[in-house]
């Protein structure tokens, strides 16, 4: 099993890497609340030159699948850039949420523009690194909160070589059971890339993303582990800092 985990600090993911004991990290570019241009700084430039693999994790401003021209436009325009920049540093992936339309339109519009984004890529040679469309928590018009509207959006993208995150947090929230969430994935899409190994701080199906450590949320840890053996891709951990060693050593025991 390969370990890694969200680093706070873009300035230092090295530090953070060896204070914790991991196998790759997983980095924004950018402030992921801002539409910034990514920029590679010394602390890029370090872990790009190091044995420490890495995972973007792309910017929460970007919906691909919003019907609103001024967040749709600026959204393909930030995975593109996030991705070449990603490619710049070495990255195995870059991580993307699914994204929603708003209440009263239609999923299927949401769906349309996922595809276009891939196609009008695919136009140029493609992205500079693998796009890994991760499912999300909450949201009714969400393109990849349920499994079913994760196969709806497969049948657009997944001939474009997109990949899968499978976050557990999210899962948990929106809804889908763990036992056996890493077979019903690889039915829809064949594969798992990366799964985000998160607790979760709140009951099944309450459509709320907050994190919880491994062993203190609510979800039965041995799920956990079993979700991560199972889906045999890295896992990254998203918990809270305070607890993310303990997490990590957790993981190293199984």
């Not at 600026?74 to 593109?80: G, L, Y």
Request: some cysteine; charged content about 25%; hydrophobic content about 45%.
């Amino acid at each position: 099993m390969r370990i890694g985990a969200h680093v706070r600090n873009s300035e230092n993911p090295l530090g953070e890497a060896e204070d914790l004991d991991v196998d790759l990290v997983q980095l924004f570019l950018t402030d992921p609340q801002k539409w910034n241009k990514p920029v590679v700084g010394s602390g890029l430039e370090a872990v790009r030159d190091s044995a420490v693999d890495i995972v973007v994790h792309s910017s929460y401003v970007i919906n691909v699948a919003s019907l609103n021209n001024r967040i749709r436009i600026p959204s393909r325009k930030a995975v593109a850039q996030q991705a070449d920049v990603a490619a710049e540093i070495g990255a195995l992936g870059l991580v993307v949420h699914g994204g929603h339309v708003r209440d009263g339109e239609d999923p299927a519009e949401g769906v349309a523009n996922w595809r276009k984004l891939f196609e009008r890529q695919a136009e140029s040679g493609g992205f500079a690194v693998p796009i890994w469309i991760e499912n999300t928590a909450g949201g009714d018009s969400a393109m990849a909160r349920r499994f079913d509207a994760i196969a709806r959006l497969w049948d657009a993208v997944g001939e474009f070589g997109a990949g899968f995150c499978l976050d557990t947090c999210h899962a948990w929230a929106g809804g889908e059971d763990l036992v056996d969430a890493v077979e019903r994935v690889r039915a829809i899409t064949g594969r798992i890339d990366l799964v985000h190994l998160n607790n979760s701080r709140d009951e099944f199906d309450s459509a709320r993303d907050r994190h919880a450590n491994l062993e203190s949320g609510e979800i039965e840890a041995e799920v956990l582990a079993a979700v991560a053996a199972a889906a045999d891709a890295p896992v990254m951990l998203e918990t809270p800092a305070d607890g993310m060693k303990d997490d990590v050593a957790y993981l190293r025991s199984l």
